[in-house]
């Protein structure tokens, strides 16, 4: 019997799957709470099955890219017996045989509140020009956080807000303030040239899918300097390491000058986790967070390369809005809201984390 993708994905938003996998020679799996598991029931796919529930949420052009490319990234919308939600997806060859991977983006965006966020980021959202990050691991709610910083900004600001995304993820609807929306490949060909021509536009929030490369970087860093609000993400785990990744990136000789850019535009970074609950505390996941506001000591210490003293700053920065993943762990653990094994597995400094514990 045919695989039905269609009842596949209506089960993704039964179970509130985040994640389901299609590749050929095993079961679908999809990832619940963190945990990849098997469909079992449904039996192992075979090429033939992969293609053809590829054909039912691709165009005939992305399946012709597809097959041209072996490579794909693509969004789209799926509606059904009354369920709705939107997709993200990657469809890619691994051993000559078809694959795909599908991400749920939720339809409604929730709010900073909703998703318990640290209230700093209503500030944020107010802030006129510079440049906020948000960091973490790949399937760890980056896009959520910044989705819901931009529907704060949508809803009590009178701005336009262009987003350069690769593919388009959420679906904004303009409240307060316009929001265009551009897929890199659709309508521009990559984040710099989508960047550079929306400083034409007249906009004066951005947000940039991420921050994968220098040309990319550059022009981030150049709209923040000149007057806008600009939003990116980066794959890095803490604030420090975010801070020289971006470095890092120029030729070395142009270091100290991007230093010096980076400590005046910068506005802060949130970097993030997503850490299972367990079973036992109703399941679901907790979003963990470690949030850096540049002040005047920050932005020394970045200008000086001193991004090893910047942990430090954060374990007192309490007062500015500032707190260490180990320290949000730790009001987790403190108020129940996390079991400490899992606390203590997702902590950048365990030790650390049983120190304020203690």
Do not use: W
């Amino acid at each position: 019997m045919p695989f039905d993708i269609k009842a596949l994905l209506g089960d993704m938003i039964k179970r509130n799957a985040s994640d389901l996998h299609l590749n050929a020679g095993t079961p679908p799996a999809m990832r619940i709470d963190g945990k990849l598991r098997y469909i079992r029931e449904t039996g192992v796919l075979e090429d033939d099955d992969v293609e053809q529930m590829l054909q039912g949420i691709l165009t005939k052009a992305q399946m012709e890219r597809y097959k041209r490319e072996n490579e794909l990234d693509f969004s789209f919308s799926y509606n059904n017996n009354g369920m709705e939600a939107r997709f993200r997806g990657n469809a890619y060859v691994q051993l000559f045989k078809k694959a795909v991977a599908l991400r749920q983006i939720p339809l409604n965006i929730l709010s900073i509140d909703n998703l318990a966020l640290p209230p700093i980021l209503k500030d944020i959202a107010r802030r006129r020009r510079g440049l906020f990050l948000v960091t973490g691991p790949t399937g760890h709610g980056k896009s959520t956080t910044l989705a819901a910083i931009l529907n704060e900004i949508n809803n009590t600001r009178e701005d336009h807000i262009i987003t350069i995304e690769d593919p388009v993820e959420f679906i904004y609807k303009s409240a307060k303030c316009l929001v265009t929306q551009r897929e890199i490949g659709a309508d521009t060909a990559s984040f710099a040239e989508g960047l550079r021509r929306a400083m034409r536009q007249d906009p004066d929030i951005l947000l940039i899918g991420e921050l994968r490369d220098l040309e990319t970087i550059s022009v981030a860093v150049t709209a923040a300097e000149t007057g806008h609000l600009v939003f990116g993400t980066l794959h890095t785990q803490d604030a420090a390491q975010s801070i020289d990744r971006l470095i890092d990136v120029f030729p070395h000789h142009q270091q100290a000058q991007i230093r010096f850019q980076l400590g005046a535009v910068l506005v802060g970074i949130c970097s993030q986790q997503l850490i299972p609950r367990g079973e036992g505390m109703g399941g679901g996941r907790i979003c963990a967070t470690e949030i850096l506001i540049n002040n005047v000591t920050v932005r020394n210490c970045i200008r000086e390369g001193k991004t090893n003293q910047i942990k430090t700053l954060l374990q007192t920065g309490m007062s500015a809005g500032m707190h260490t993943m180990e320290q949000n762990l730790a009001n987790f653990v403190k108020s129940g809201a996390l079991p400490l094994d899992a606390a203590l597995g997702y902590a950048y400094e365990p030790r650390e984390l049983q120190r304020l514990l203690s």
